[in-house]
C-alpha cells in the first residue's frame, strides 16, 4: 500500500518506466511514484483544486493533469512544469489523447475542447447535448476515451449516455 495523499485520489495512470505510477488527488497534488522503492519521489503542488484526471501522452514522456482551476503538461521524468491549458470555465473531469497529439478535455457543463498537444492551443470546442427527458444540468461529461483507431472520441455523461464523437469527413474536391 502506497500513501501520501490528503484526500481522495481521483486520478492515476501507469508507465513501463519511472514513474511508474502518476496520480492526481483532490487534495490538488500529483504524485510521481518509484514502486521499487514503495514510495513517492516527487509531489507537484502547481494546482489550486482538485485534480480529476489525467494522461500520459503515448508519443512523448509527458503528461497533462486536468481540475478545476486548469489543465497543466508535465514531463513525466521528473515532473517539471511544462505549461497550462487555459480556456475552461468549469470543472474539467475528463481528458483523453490519441497518438496524433489530439488532447481533448470535457466539463462539468457538457463543454468538450480539442487542443494541439504540442502547442497547448484550442482548435474546436463542443458542447454535448443531453438525451431528451433530462436536464441541462446533467451535460457534464465524466469520462473520456479515444478507440484503438485515435479517431472516434467516446464520452461518458452524467445524463446516463455515452456519446462517440468522429472526425469530420474532409470535404470533397470537385
Known sequence: MLGGHGNTVGALACN???????????????????????????????????I????????????AT???????????KDGKFLTNLTGHKTIVNASAINDDGVYVSGGDDGSLWFWD????????????????????CEAGIYCAAFDKSGSRLVTGQADKTLKIWKEDAPPAVD
Open 16 to 50: 513501463a518506466v519511472d514513474p511508474q505510477v502518476i496520480t492526481g488527488s483532490y487534495d490538488s497534488t500529483v504524485r510521481l511514484w518509484d514502486l521499487a522503492k514503495g514510495r513517492s519521489f516527487c509531489t507537484l503542488t502547481h494546482h489550486k483544486k482538485a
Open 52 to 63: 480529476r484526471d489525467l494522461v500520459v501522452a503515448p508519443f512523448e514522456f509527458s503528461f
Open 66 to 76: 486536468a481540475a478545476a482551476d486548469n489543465i497543466k503538461k508535465w514531463q513525466c
Open 117 to 136: 498537444y504540442e502547442t497547448a492551443t484550442t482548435f474546436q470546442k463542443l458542447e454535448a447535448k443531453v438525451q431528451p427527458g433530462s436536464l441541462e
